[in-house]
């Protein structure tokens, strides 16, 4: 029997470690295994015994890059379990926030980590030489995101601004004022930005994925909607553990998550943009048709037009919201804390993040759960690897890794969240 | 940032790295001991990751002078001096990032770009001891006072370069 064994011992531009082994045998893929070592961080752990209020502090350090996703799902929580309600302004400064984060996310993944896989260059800074202005737009672009999460959440990095009820601080008319016209400049170099990345050459491929994102009445979804997949789910964030199962796997430290009836299914870009297109505004779907894109893209290669239309979107999101933006009259509502449970589901840069949190009559937190995106797509990108490899087993392996290591970077993973990243062996005999 | 865009004295101190994870907390100490201390035209930047953001920070100055941790090699809390001034540091020197960007990332990106400043000092600090959570070693937090003094000492010859490629523009 031929046994090839492609490895990948430490994956580049992700966020965090792991590793990708390739097993081949007699001519196809027989395993594709995404290794994740990066060793458990056990916050669900120490948030037990923690008072309710210390909660988006602590969430926050889960991740660098996406710490309002864990804030937000975190206080959404909290106020479900003590029977809080915001609306308003504050909910609109709630999703301003999140405008910010995933400019900035985004940004950063499609520019200076996804970018050089398409033309050809071991990284940003080699591209750099070559593609200048794309490379300085895209740095424009982050640093717009991070001024927006720094004037709304108090820093760029691990926000100290949020709070269940509301924020510690509201911006002033004048700050936000500010804020526009960067965002204004930010929104053109998003727009030049999707015209860039929808010339790449992408490779041909396509997977019937089950799509799972959030789907609000009205809105593109951040903070709020039900879970819904392309395959018919329809239900409340309550209702997670009925229809999807967190496993361990003997090759990650991570969880992997499944639909118990199914399998695999894919959160992110591509889930959202599938199931949320006709909740996009007109400019923004016109400029996925100019792209190349329909309404639903199987094409996880494509993902980085998605993120760059999302970046377009939430430049015009957050214009509005700023436009229309009253001072209201509180920081933040009251907040008293009772038993119950509560549960919290919004749309992180790279998917749902789903929380739960059981309290006390005191709001202590006696118990936690927190599924991370990456955790969620982890079948469904080993999944792609065997598919994406299976269709290059006669070409050479410094070509297959190339490409699985791309494949990878589809996800723009986030393995510190998810251990909860990348070396690659194929195995080939 | 104090000083005018084109002020000749412009120069940058970045304190890099994590008080939270050992003698990775050396760029933050120093911080602390140059507190009130740096002269007019010199400006103090902590950043305990995403160093992307370096670029921005250094924008329209002449000259930065960089504080970081290096990777344990046998002495922690020895000094070492790099003046860049090909666009690289030395691939000898592994300083220490927990992220794929670190100080070399963003020094080598900043002049593909054309927007690193005409003279960058990094003072790279030996660690021994870098775990999530740990005090700085004995031996490193020893070397803050003399870090401390050497960078104000380059700040010094910095500006005073600056002002002289000035007079003689």
Redesign the interface.
């Known amino acids: 029997m031929a046994t090839k064994t492609i490895r990948v011992d430490y994956l ?2 992700v ?1 965090g470690e792991g590793a990708l082994d390739l097993t081949i045998r007699d001519g196809r893929v027989a395993s594709a295994q995404l290794r994740i070592f990066e060793p458990p961080r056990f916050f669900e752990a120490f948030l037990r015994g923690r008072a309710y209020a210390e909660t988006p502090d602590i969430v926050a350090r889960i991740c ?1 890059i996406c710490p309002i996703a864990y804030q937000m799902s975190a206080v959404h929580a909290i106020e479900q379990a003590f029977g809080v309600e915001v609306g308003g302004q504050l909910r609109a400064l709630r999703r301003l926030i999140y405008c910010g984060e995933w400019i900035e996310s985004h940004a ?1 993944h499609v520019v ?1 980590l996804h970018a050089p896989d398409f033309l050809g260059f071991p990284d ?3 591209m ?2 070559a593609h ?1 202005d794309a ?2 737009n895209g ?1 424009a672009l ?2 717009a995101g ?1 001024e927006l999460m720094r004037l709304l959440g108090g820093r ?2 691990h926000p100290v601004n949020v709070k269940p009820g509301g924020f510690h601080r509201l911006p002033t008319r004048a700050e936000l004022t500010a804020a526009a016209e960067s965002l204004r400049r930010a929104h053109d170099l998003a727009v030049d930005l999707v015209r860039w990345v929808a010339a790449f050459p992408f490779p041909d491929y396509q997977y019937d994925y089950e799509f799972v994102a959030l789907r609000h009445p009205d809105e593109y979804p951040f903070n709020e909607g039900r879970i819904v997949s392309s395959r018919g789910i329809d239900i409340d964030i309550a209702a997670f553990d009925d229809e999807f199962e967190e496993r361990h796997v003997a090759h990650s430290t991570a969880l992997h998550a499944a639909v118990k009836r199914r399998g695999a299914y894919l959160v992110g870009p591509l889930a959202r943009y599938a199931l949320n297109f006709d909740r996009l505004p007109p400019s923004v779907r016109e400029l996925a048709r100019a792209a190349g894109l329909g309404p639903l893209c199987r094409n996880p290669f494509q993902s980085i037009v998605v993120r760059a239309l999302e970046m377009v979107y939430a430049c015009e999101e957050a214009l509005r919201l700023i436009a229309d933006y009253e001072p209201p009259d509180a920081a933040a509502l009251p907040v008293e804390p009772r038993a119950g449970v509560g549960f919290g589901c919004t749309e992180a840069p790279r998917g749902i993040c789903w929380h739960r949190y059981e309290f006390d009559a005191e709001g202590t937190i006696r118990t936690a759960r927190i599924v991370p995106p990456t955790s969620q797509n982890q079948p469904s990108i080993e999944a792609d690897l065997a598919a994406v490899a299976g269709t290059m087993l006669d070409k050479p392996d410094d070509v297959i890794r190339d490409r699985c290591e791309q494949t990878i970077r589809n996800y723009d993973p986030c393995i510190s969240c998810s251990a909860h990243f990348l070396k690659l062996s194929v195995d080939r005999r | 940032m104090s000083g005018e865009q084109g002020d000749p004295r412009r120069v940058l101190v970045a304190c890099l790295g994590n008080p939270d994870r050992g003698d990775d907390g050396i760029g933050a100490a120093v911080a602390r001991a140059l507190g009130g201390r740096l002269p007019d035209g010199a400006a103090l930047v902590v950043r305990r990751g995403g160093l992307l953001g370096l670029l921005d920070d250094w924008a329209g100055c002449d000259a930065v002078v960089c504080v970081d941790a290096a990777a344990p090699g046998g002495a922690p809390g020895a000094l070492r001096r790099i003046d860049v001034v090909a666009g690289t540091l030395p691939a000898d020197m592994a300083l220490t990032s927990g992220h794929a960007f670190g100080l070399a990332e963003a020094v080598a990106l900043a002049h593909a770009l054309g927007l690193a400043p005409a003279a960058i000092v990094v003072y790279a600090v030996e660690g021994a001891y870098f775990a999530e959570g740990a005090a700085m070693t004995a031996e490193v937090a020893a070397a803050v006072p003399e870090v401390a003094r050497r960078v104000l000492a380059e700040v010094r010859r910095l500006q005073r370069s600056a002002a002289a490629l000035s007079a003689e523009a």
Request: charged share 35%; net charge positive.
């Open positions: 580049a531009r966020e660098g950063l200076m940003a800074i080699q750099a030489r200048g490379v300085r740095l982050k640093k991070n760029e990095v």
